[in-house]
């Protein structure tokens, strides 16, 4: 069970790192503007029994949006990084490149989508590395 969560999280992982940054942008957003402008409340305000039980969880939403939203950016940093070197490595021509940096390759490679560990088998396939 844990296997295709995983799997799906690593399938995923582009989309569902960005949809945690919204959230965090959102609540981030909510806390600062709160603390910005508490004060300022206009008279005879219709809706107040609502927005004031809103108004106490404000600090904790601000520092809930700075987790997600670093939770998120880092996911999204990893998933680039990785992407990025994997990409990198696997435009060379030299069969010799490859091997010497075969072990961190396929470990990088492991935690990226299937897409991507498909792209090195062909490669291996190409120079015929076993």
Do not use: C
């Not at 996911?75 to 990025?84: A, E, F, P, Q, V």
């Amino acid at each position: 069970m844990s296997g295709r969560i995983t799997g799906f999280l690593r399938e995923y992982i582009l989309g569902l790192s960005i949809l945690t940054i919204i959230p965090g942008v959102v609540f981030i957003f909510m806390g600062v503007v709160y603390y910005w402008f508490n004060k300022i409340e206009p008279p005879n305000f219709p809706l107040h029994f609502i927005f004031d039980p809103v108004k106490e969880w404000n600090a904790y939403a601000l520092v809930a949006g700075l987790i997600i939203f670093g939770i998120g950016v880092y996911y999204l940093y990893s998933y680039l990084n990785k992407r990025k070197f994997v990409l990198d490595e696997l435009k060379t021509d030299k069969r010799s490149e490859i091997l010497k940096k075969r072990s961190k390759l396929e470990a990088t490679v492991k935690h990226l989508p299937s897409k991507y560990q498909r792209m090195l088998s062909e490669k291996e396939e190409e120079f015929n590395i076993r």
